[in-house]
């Protein structure tokens, strides 16, 4: 197992690496021992594969959890599944000082830590993140949120969970698309600040999409660094931390249009990132030959590198609903190089179009 700690000042945590982690008690006694009941969230796809091995190590620490067993799927990340949550820790008495544990992927992961932020005004959470999106990006820094019909998070909060435990053995039945969709947020921070990351990664690639443990575990691991240091360094993304999100823009107008769960969140990030590609071209950043490298690399990892042609006029209204607009002006997350993101005003509105229309399949 490999521990790395997220130190922000009073609520340092830690993130545990590594196999069958969920099957051992020693990894969640002493979270435990502080909190007199506990909690579970999940979803129905998760809770047959996971949650009996959770309710045994539970067992062995003396503990019979609440569990609340939520619908599969992006498009339940929403008002009704939240109150759900609430329903259900509600009924059962749950307390401020009840510890909630969410056992899913990201969508699981953002709507608990949510909940978890709301609940009488806070209770503490831990990650048991089951995807590796989850794995490399939403189980750590404390960004909490459920979907609005008119955009991606956009109700949500910043609330750090208590720790993170990363087992890496639930990657072995997540299925391809969804590996390869987790993929797209770690060929991201090769590309916003660690140009020797994109090296090992085009190495790496073919071995972690085989599922090659000692890979899924360094990927892993290197992405939670990386996570770790930008949270510690702008928990509330005044500045550095937008860089993580690079292509969301683009990816979010692409989810949101297109119905939430019709393409996966590393798939949007995928498509979108080669639109901020292609954009850092057309500013005169990137070469061709880089383009065709952050292609490559999503390709590589079995990601779409085509939007879906929906006109850039849709493409765009959206994108004026990102959480980066400014006094109404749009903020996008460009590359200055491959390993060097930085965050700009938008260039005017015909160069995006031409970068969306250049990046759109069909
Ligand atoms: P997800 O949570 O929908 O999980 C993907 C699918 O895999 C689901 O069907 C899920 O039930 C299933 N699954 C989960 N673990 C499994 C396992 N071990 N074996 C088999 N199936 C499994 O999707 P995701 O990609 O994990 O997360 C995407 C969400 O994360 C989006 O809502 C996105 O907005 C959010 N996100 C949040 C942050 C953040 O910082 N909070 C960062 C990136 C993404
Ligand atoms: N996934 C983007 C962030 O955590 O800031």
Redesign the pocket.
Known sequence: MRTLTVPLVDRAYEIHIGRDLLSRPECLASQLARHASVAVVT????AP??LPTLRQTLAVCDRRALEIVLP???AY?NWQTLNQVFDALLEAHCERETLLLAL???????TA?FAAACYQRGMPFLQL??????QV?????????I?HPLG??MI?AFYQPQGVLADIA??????DR?LS??LA?VIKYGLIRDADFLDWLEISLPGLRARNATLLEEAVYRACCH?AEIVAADEREKGERAL?NLG?TFG?AI?TELG??VW???EA?AAGTVMAARLSARLGWLAGAEVARVEALFTAAGLPVRGPKLGETRYLGRMRHDKKVQAGKLRLVLLKTLGKAVVRDAPETEVIAAAIRESCAG
């Not at 979803?43 to 998760?46: A, L, P, R």
């Not at 899913?104 to 953002?110: A, E, K, M, N, Q």
């Not at 639930?170 to 299925?175: A, Q, V």
Request: glycine residues 20%; negative net charge.
């Open positions: 979803n129905t796809t998760v594969l996971y599969d799927g992006e990340k899913g992927g990201g969508v699981i992961g953002d830590g993140p089951t995807t590796l999106l989850a990006d939403s189980s750590v820094g404390g960004k909490t949120a979907n991606k998070n949500g639930t990657l072995d039945t997540l299925p969804e969709a987790g947020e996570k993580l969301h979010h989810e939430y769960g996966l969140h590393g990030v």
